[in-house]
């Protein structure tokens, strides 16, 4: 495993910001954190990075204990803070190569494709550009030195809707490099469009983890029926079956011709198949606006 | 890698460097005209009138009346002539505008160099890249033993010019040797340094810089005004060791040719470079073993 937290816990005083994280992550996997505010992510990401001293348990980088080897944890990071405060009186140039001298690391052509991608012109003074702009950059150094993790605090926060698909697109291309991905995020849509996995945090502790590629298997169906039916007999792989007069309501995984004869067999006069989505996960644990 | 941080530190800091220096400058200047003034024309023009030196010295720096006792803890040191160009021009080392400058320069750089990152948010950017805690404290420490010798080096050209300009370094029997200065500058490096190292302790525990400067001018106003009154209240005198100030003594180093045989001069040197050292440790313990506060 590439990051392994066990037991992560951290307390201000009387406060839990986290308890007992058990995270894995491993290399090319893309994992969402999600929560609200107050949840524990920005907390569970800068133990993951040295900045806060854990009050118990322990997160591990690479084998490189994120607070008593942080230096070397971090060797394999790059960050992209929430907050982003740059240095105002750099060129965006100027930043991109002070933090690769301390990374010991030469900003590549890729430099060049990236300011190409992000259409950004670097070296413009950071004081002189918008956050939007200053965000570009910002992830510009995050992505160059290509490490093994990449750690993103709300990253698509005041990105335009073409510059947040050119980043998903960048995360997505990064995991099939084999870098590994952590990010938090409000945003669900994004978080499900790349990723391979999501932690759902609340009120400090991982209180669900999903696979994503067995969310995307399972389908929400919808079946408005003509007449009422008894007995129902539904396939195995039909689960939360519900009914409401003549709706039904549940959610199936798997092969669709099983569901599609059993459907054949019944009156139905209309029918909604769409993929399950990480609202519904998401709203057992937070009402969606908390 | 350090020394990456030391370039990006140096190149914040040359505006500010260059401003405190050239008011340094100026200010040597400016107190080699007033010294040519005092002792060449002023007294000559006094005496002339009738006003002997002694009756001068005695109105001026007398110990027994409170003007006298306030002149003599503002100009420093107890040897003062009034008539001696090298005396007059020693107090341009210890005048309190010169003591303003240089305690808000060197408490306005360490308050901003850790607090001032955190309160900025951009001690996150930084520490996100693998180094370690004690590379930011040491880089700190290196811009004080670049940039102090400096200024130090610039307000003695500025006595040096100064005297020479206002031909200070001519004078029959009087002449005022600019070299006796040099020296004298290591009490102003460790003043610097005192109170570059007790602020960065304040800066690497805190996460304000507001806070930080608030703290810190406090505590060395409080020094320099307990200082100032130990000189005039006996009462108060035995708090005047605990003070920075009292420990800064340039004008015996310019006023005795064998200064560096005097033990009382190394030993008040000690106590201002231990007291940055001590700071500095204390920063160094404190801010490699505290948690990073997000930014305010």
């Not at chain 1, 816990?9 to 992550?25: F, M, N, Q, S």
């Not at chain 1, 991982?206 to 396939?235: C, D």
Request: proline residues 5%; hydrophobic residues 45%; aromatic residues 8%.
């Amino acid at each position: 495993m590439l990051l392994r937290t066990q037991q992560l816990t951290k307390y201000y005083g009387a406060i839990t910001a986290l308890e007992r994280l058990d995270l894995e992550v491993a290399p090319g996997e893309i994992v969402g954190i999600l929560g609200p505010n107050g949840s524990g992510k920005s907390t569970a990401i800068r133990l993951l990075l040295g900045f806060l001293r854990p009050t118990s348990g322990h997160a591990a980088i690479n084998g490189h204990d994120c607070w008593a080897d942080s230096v070397n944890a971090r060797r394999f990071v790059s960050y992209l803070p929430g907050e982003l405060r740059l240095y105002e009186n750099m060129t965006g140039v100027q930043l991109i190569e002070f933090l690769s001298r301390l990374r010991a690391y030469t900003p590549s052509s890729r430099l060049h494709d990236l300011q190409r991608l992000f259409d950004i012109d670097i070296r413009r003074p950071l004081a002189q550009m918008s956050s939007g702009m200053k965000r570009k950059v910002a992830l510009m150094q995050v992505l160059l030195p290509e490490t093994p993790l990449v750690i993103l605090d709300e990253p698509t926060n005041t990105l335009d809707p073409n510059m947040r698909d050119h980043l998903l697109t960048q995360l997505g291309q990064a995991g099939k490099r084999g870098q590994a991905v952590l990010f938090s995020s409000h945003v669900l849509s994004e978080v499900e469009q790349v990723c391979d996995r999501v932690a759902i945090l609340q009120q400090g502790r991982l209180v669900h983890s999903q696979n994503m590629r067995e969310l995307r298997e399972v389908r929400r169906v919808r079946v408005v029926l003509t007449e009422g039916v008894t007995g129902l007999t539904p396939p195995m792989n039909v689960a939360a079956l519900t009914t409401q007069g003549l709706e039904l309501h549940f959610q199936h995984t798997g092969p669709l011709p099983d569901l599609l004869r059993w459907l054949a067999e019944l009156p139905v006069a209309d029918l909604k198949i769409e993929p399950m989505g990480l609202v519904e996960i998401y709203q057992r644990f937070h009402q969606l606006g908390d | 890698m350090t020394w990456v941080l030391v370039r990006k530190l140096l190149r914040d800091v040359r505006m500010a460097w260059f401003v405190v220096a050239l008011l340094l400058f100026l200010f040597q200047l400016l107190w080699s005209r007033i010294t040519s003034r005092v002792t060449t024309e002023i007294l000559a023009g006094l005496q002339r009138a009738g006003i002997s030196l002694e009756f001068l010295q005695n109105l001026v720096l007398r110990r027994d009346e409170m003007m006298g006792q306030m002149v003599q803890a503002i100009m420093g040191g107890d040897r003062i002539a009034l008539d001696q160009p090298s005396d007059m021009m020693s107090i341009a080392y210890v005048h309190p505008l010169v003591l303003t400058i240089l305690g808000i320069w060197a408490l306005g750089r360490a308050a901003n160099a850790i607090a001032g990152e955190i309160d900025r948010g951009t001690m996150e950017l930084l520490l996100a890249q693998p180094i370690r805690r004690s590379q930011i404290v040491l880089a700190q420490l290196c811009v004080d033993v670049i940039i102090f010798p400096t200024l130090c080096i610039v307000m003695w050209i500025g006595t040096y010019l100064g005297t020479s300009w206002m031909g200070l370094q001519d004078l029959p029997a009087r002449s005022i040797d600019p070299w006796r200065f040099l020296p004298a500058l290591l009490c102003v490096f460790a003043l610097l340094f005192s109170i570059s190292g007790v602020t960065m302790a304040f800066s690497a525990l805190g996460r304000s810089r507001a806070r930080v400067w608030g703290v810190a001018i406090s505590l060395f106003l409080s020094m320099f005004l307990i200082n100032v009154l130990g000189q005039m209240w006996t009462e108060v005198e035995w708090l005047r060791p605990f003070t920075i100030y009292y420990h800064y003594r340039p004008q015996p180093i310019m006023q005795s040719p064998a200064w560096h045989s005097e033990g009382s001069i190394w030993f008040h040197l000690g106590v201002l470079i231990s007291t940055g050292a001590g700071g500095y440790v204390l920063a160094w313990i404190g801010f490699c073993r505290r948690d990073l506060p997000a930014p305010l």
